[in-house]
Structure formats: C-alpha cells, structure tokens
T-cell receptor, first 112, second 113 residues
Framework: SQQGEEDPQALSIQEGENATMNCSYKTSINNLQWYRQNSGRGLVHLILIRSNEREKHSGRLRVTLDTSKKSSSLLITASRAADTASYFCARPPQTGANNLFFGTGTRLTVIP | DVKVTQSSRYLVKRTGEKVFLECVQDMDHENMFWYRQDPGLGLRLIYFSYDVKMKEKGDIPEGYSVSREKKERFSLILESASTNQTSMYLC????????????FGSGTQLSVL
C-alpha cells in the first residue's frame, strides 16, 4: 500500500493535556503534511515539514520528522475540546506528481 | 478566501444510475483531485487532473471517469452506480508550485441503494 500509517487509530484525552499522533511511511519523501478533518467535512491543511527539516511549529502544533526512521509525529499542546477531529498525515509520491497519499488517520477526542 | 465547492453534501442514488459529482475551485489551480474516503481505509485517490482536458488514474479508478473541460471545474462520473460506491467523496485542488498543499471541498456523502 502507498498509504502511511497513523498511530494510534484513536486517542481520547482530557482538555489541557497534550496529544501526540505518529505517522510512518515507507518511501523517501520531499515533504510530509498534516491535515485535520472535522466529522463529516473536508480536510484542512495544518502544517508541512520538508525532508531537510527536523521540527516545525505552528501555534500549539509541533511536528517532527525523522527521515532515517521514516516517521513523523504531530503534537498538540494544551488541547481543547475544539481540537476533537481526525488527523491525517500525507506525503507526495516519489514520481513528483502533485497528488498526495494519505494515511488512515487518528481520531482524537478531547473531553472537556 | 479560497474555496473548493462540491455541488451536493448528500446524495442518494439507485444502483445502475449514472451519477455526476461536480467540483469547482476559485483559486485558478492547475491540479484537481477526487478522493474517496471509507472507514478504516483513509483517503484513496480515484483520479486527478493537472490541466484542462488532462487526467491521470489514481489508485482506484475502476468504475469511475472524470471530465475537466474548464480549469475551475472537475467532474467525477459514476457510469453505473453500484452499492460498493457508497462512500464520502472529496474533491481537492492545488497549485503547481513545489510543496503545495491541497485545498479540500466539504465532501459529498453518496449512498447507492
């Protein structure tokens, strides 16, 4: 499969706690992206990390990338009930085409 | 504000019907995509287009076709709908710049009875 794998499949935490989601992939990449999907809606881009970057921040989001292990993680700090959503990692194909391969997602529930 | 608009949020069709799903973007993007999303399977690419009248098969093109007659519009066609095509369909677009992100529509939940 060309899809990545997110881990865990589901995560439930209390508001204020940190949430960590992991993504593994199998091929070399130019970049890795993270998206968020509220229930029954389209996906929204959160952050992109390039292959020569190890860490990137955006507000309460921190993304790390370890190309030697072919893995990435998304950390959401000080979670809020509004962070409840599914989170997907995505990578472009090696061919250079413009599509993305998505993982199966992590369903995050933040309990108020 | 950038926008990708899918014509229907919910659609119910009968097996054997011809179904059209329409997607329009207002960002002058070169690339447009159709994905389907099923529980436990994530998003799978059906077709994409990098230019008007151009199309490329994705991972699961069987049973589908597409049309891109204008840059802003990308249509997904189910020639003869089947129950296994019941799914959430997501349209997306992106520019041709390197490392470009995808912009998604709100999705169409299609039920084939």
């Amino acid at each position: 499969s060309q899809q990545g794998e997110e881990d865990p499949q589901a995560l439930s935490i209390q508001e204020g706690e940190n949430a960590t989601m992991n993504c593994s992939y199998k091929t070399s990449i130019n970049n890795l992206q993270w998206y968020r999907q509220n229930s029954g809606r389209g996906l929204v881009h959160l952050i992109l990390i390039r292959s020569n970057e190890r860490e990137k921040h955006s507000g309460r989001l921190r993304v790390t990338l370890d190309t030697s292990k072919k893995s990435s993680s998304l950390l959401i700090t000080a979670s809020r009930a509004a962070d409840t959503a599914s989170y997907f990692c995505a990578r472009p194909p090696q061919t250079g085409a413009n599509n993305l391969f998505f993982g199966t997602g992590t369903r995050l529930t933040v309990i108020p | 504000d950038v926008k990708v608009t899918q014509s229907s949020r919910y659609l119910v069709k009968r097996t054997g019907e011809k179904v059209f799903l329409e997607c329009v973007q207002d960002m002058d993007h070169e690339n447009m995509f159709w994905y389907r999303q099923d529980p436990g399977l994530g998003l799978r690419l059906i077709y994409f287009s990098y230019d008007v009248k151009m199309k490329e098969k994705g991972d699961i093109p069987e049973g589908y076709s597409v049309s891109r007659e204008k840059k802003e519009r990308f249509s997904l066609i189910l020639e003869s709908a089947s129950t296994n095509q019941t799914s959430m369909y997501l349209c997306a677009s992106s520019s041709d710049r390197a490392d470009e992100k995808l912009f998604f529509g709100s999705g169409t939940q299609l039920s084939v009875l």
